[in-house]
């Protein structure tokens, strides 16, 4: 465990010796300087996990020497993200500037208080009966729901997510006054938009609110007779335990999302790249090979949407790019940065200008992968085009490994290229999540 760091240094000296490696040749390969893997084998120093996974691969140890290097599993790794809810409702306020955000309320509270006192307005009358059963109304919304995904790709969290909350609540509103077919056509499209809310509140950096929004798709998909969108609320859970580290709850999670085999190709084909995300973290290289197998099968597959509403999951990379793209992420933590390098430096060509947010997400891997293969001036200056698309989208997840590579770039400070680019990064990360 992280706090015997003479367990992970005996076992890597083992290692190292069995294989008939000195401790220069075994700096050579993962790009740490002798002096500092001897403190680590003496126990004087803790390995970072970047390290452990890079000896691990190295040395062929199969996720062994990763695991003393990480952190205990949670006691429920699948109930760790359970979302808190009882009564509880999300009330959005806004100030006279522009600026918004979500309070958390008791629901006797806010009934209390009064609908209209909390929201200015209240949906009914017979022209909102009208629009409900008015076929162009759910066209409409679809092509906005796509256009607000296309803006999530380019800015922050804050900037879209007042309206995707908006339209989630008129498009409740309009379905309690539709019949049915309208009422639960109307339904599944709010469904889709709470979970995009849900997302956003993730790159927001609230994982309460995305676990709070993505209930309520759920709930508001099942009262449509859709099921999918609780299967796919297990992806949601699953990445948040990927970003807290938790390998086991990201599995785990993974793995109830491609039980049912009645969920579309799609569905399960994402739950097996997030399994197989899980898998890298823990070392894995077997089963995260398994894993990237199974969801290439199914996510190169013609059918990959569902065919009543917009395609779930990522509508800016699909189908084979993104599973290359997963799987030069799963490389790096895999401990080979070299193999994760070269298949994102394909993929980077094929992704549309527009994709900023994907751009900043895996481009930051991208930028991780190249140090760890010891090229600093190439990380770089991959860093700073990084940069450019992390500020724009202002991603909670993304800083996340933004933060890794501030760390490994400690390492280098007097480089010159982490030089010209390391204040800019420092800055960054400065500046909270709104």
Known sequence: MADQPDAFGAELRRRRTTAGWSLA????????????????????????????????????????????????????????????????????????????????????????????????????????????????????????????????????????????????????????????????????????????????????????????????????????????????????????????DDAAGTIDLARQAQADPRMSRRVRGLAALREAQGHALACDYDQCRRALDRAAELLDAPENTAPDGPVMGSASVAGASLTSLVTGWCLHDLGRPQQAAEILDEQFLLLPDTARRAYARFGARRALAYLAAGEVEHAGALSRRVLDAAELVDSATVRHDLRRLAQSFGRWRTHHSVRDVYPRLSNTLRTPAL
Not at 81 to 88: K, L, R, T
Not at 112 to 123: I, N, P, R
Not at 203 to 230: K, M, P, Q, S, Y
């Open 25 to 244: 040749m075994l700096a050579q390969r993962v790009h740490y300087s002798k002096g500092h893997l001897g403190k680590i084998e003496t126990g004087t120093k803790l390995p970072g996990s970047d390290l452990a996974r890079r000896c691990d691969a190295v040395l062929e140890a199969g996720g062994r020497l990763a695991a003393l290097a990480g952190k205990s599993p949670p006691d429920s790794p699948s109930t760790v993200v359970a979302a808190e809810h009882g009564g509880e409702m999300w009330v959005m306020s806004m100030a006279p500037d522009g600026s918004s955000w979500l309070v958390p309320m008791a629901r006797r509270e806010a009934l209390a208080t009064g609908a209209a006192s909390l929201f200015g307005l209240s949906l009914g009358g017979q022209g909102v009966a009208a629009a409900a059963e008015h076929g162009a109304t759910v066209t409409t919304f679809r092509a906005l729901f796509e256009q607000i995904r296309q803006l999530g790709q380019t800015t922050s969290p804050s900037v879209v997510l007042p309206t995707v909350i908006a339209q989630t609540h008129t498009l409740r509103g309009l379905a309690n006054a539709a019949s049915s077919p309208a009422r639960e056509e109307l339904l599944r499209l709010a469904a889709r938009y709470a979970e995009y809310a849900g997302w956003m509140a993730q790159e927001a950096g609230d994982d309460r609110a995305a676990l709070w929004w993505t209930r309520i798709a759920v709930e508001t998909g099942t009262a449509a007779g859709d099921g999918e969108l609780a299967t796919y609320a297990l992806i949601r859970q699953a990445l948040i335990t990927l970003y807290r």
